[in-house]
């Protein structure tokens, strides 16, 4: 079975920075379809903030467009998402996301216990 752990969520200021991680683990990994990371917060539905295949293709929500960036270390099976020029509206649980193939047929599609990212003024 595949495992998505995040780190890096806390309290940061507006206009601050700050860094998440993720590490997809278990004993089986062939390889990374792709990885990512939502968000929500309470009363609203889960949304897409960034994503990012495993040959650098990334997709982006458009209000985090030129202030995030999702990066991918495939031999690690991590990925990051660094958060610059934050906001209030950043505020939420960010949860990891992926798509790791345990052998050459079989995907694996998952999700990470979630990271809380507050961000105040």
């Known amino acids: 079975q595949v495992q998505l752990v995040e780190s890096g969520g806390g309290s940061v200021q507006a206009g601050g920075s700050h860094r998440l991680s993720c590490l997809a683990s278990?004993?089986?990994?062939?390889?990374?379809?792709?990885m990512g990371w939502y968000r929500q917060v309470p009363g609203k539905q889960r949304e897409l903030v960034a994503t990012?295949?495993?040959?650098?293709?990334?997709n982006y929500q458009d209000s985090v467009k030129g202030r995030f960036t999702v990066s991918l270390d495939n031999a690690k099976n991590m990925v990051f998402l660094q958060m610059n020029s934050l906001k209030p509206e950043d505020t939420a649980v960010y949860y990891c996301?992926?798509?790791?193939?345990?052998?050459?047929?079989?995907?694996?599609?998952?999700w990470g216990q979630g990271t809380q990212v507050t961000v105040s003024l």
């Open positions: 996301n992926a798509e790791i193939w345990i052998d050459r047929d079989t995907t694996w599609h998952g």
């Open positions: 278990g004993r089986s990994i062939f390889r990374i379809g792709y």
């Open positions: 990012i295949h495993s040959g650098g293709t990334t």
